[in-house]
Nanobody, 123 residues
Framework: QVQLVESGGGLVQAGGSRRLSCAASGRTFSRYAMGWLRQAPGSEREFVASILWSGSNTYYADSVKGRFTISRDNAKNTVYLQMRSLKPEDTAIYYC????????????????WGQGTQVTVSS
């Protein structure tokens, strides 16, 4: 089984930046697409970003496109989410996720995720 541990959350001012990290273990990391999900208070968990197993393709929700960047370092079994120009609406628990099957694109409805890290954006 895969283990995913997120870190880097915290409180940040609107317009600021924050980088989240996710350390993965238990599976061959480089074979799996990775993603980030988030859940705001009172809302459903939603897709934020994903990256192909090779790192060659990335995808973003419209709400974060142009502001967030997902990347991965297969040598370190780590995926990152660089967040810029943060807005109060970005406040949520952010979850790192791994696709269920190797060598496939990321699917938010077919993945495993970690415990999450809280990101709070103040005005």
């Amino acid at each position: 089984q895969v283990q995913l541990v997120e870190s880097g959350g915290g409180l940040v001012q609107a317009g600021g930046s924050r980088r989240l990290s996710c350390a993965a273990s238990g599976r061959t990391f480089s074979r799996y697409a990775m993603g980030w999900l988030r859940q705001a208070p009172g809302s459903e968990r939603e897709f934020v970003a994903s990256i192909l197993w090779s790192g060659s393709n990335t995808y973003y929700a419209d709400s974060v496109k142009g502001r967030f960047t997902i990347s991965r370092d297969n040598a370190k079994n780590t995926v990152y989410l660089q967040m810029r120009s943060l807005k109060p609406e970005d406040t949520a628990i952010y979850y790192c996720a791994q696709s269920t099957n190797p060598f496939t694109t990321f699917r938010a409805d077919s993945c495993s995720w970690g415990q999450g890290t809280q990101v709070t954006v103040s005005s």
